[in-house]
């Protein structure tokens, strides 16, 4: 069963989450082409962030609910 997470008036399907630590460099530097690699990679169209990890997701559309009755 897949987890859904409610942001924004929006629903996403948690597809992972990455800690952030695995986006940095030695430094502390944050490497966001990283993390648009991952996003790609997961086929997310969202990424969230929250204080420890980094959210890949996929947006669930508006439900036409005359189309789902029908």
Same mark, same amino acid.
């Given at each position: ?13 948690? %597809?992972?989450?990455?800690? *952030?630590?695995? =986006?940095?460099?030695?430094?502390? +530097?944050?490497?966001?082409?990283? #993390? ?11 990424? %969230?962030?929250?204080?420890? *990890?980094?959210? =890949?997701?996929?947006?669930?559309? +508006?439900?036409?609910?005359?189309? #789902?009755?029908?």
């Amino acid at each position: 069963m897949k987890e859904l997470y409610h942001y924004n008036n929006k629903v996403y399907v948690i %597809l992972r989450r990455i800690p *952030h630590h695995n =986006f940095n460099k030695k430094n502390g +530097d944050l490497v966001l082409d990283a #993390v648009g690699l991952w996003r790609d990679h997961l086929g997310a169209d969202h990424v %969230l962030k929250d204080q420890t *990890h980094f959210i =890949f997701c996929h947006t669930v559309q +508006d439900v036409e609910w005359e189309e #789902v009755l029908a």
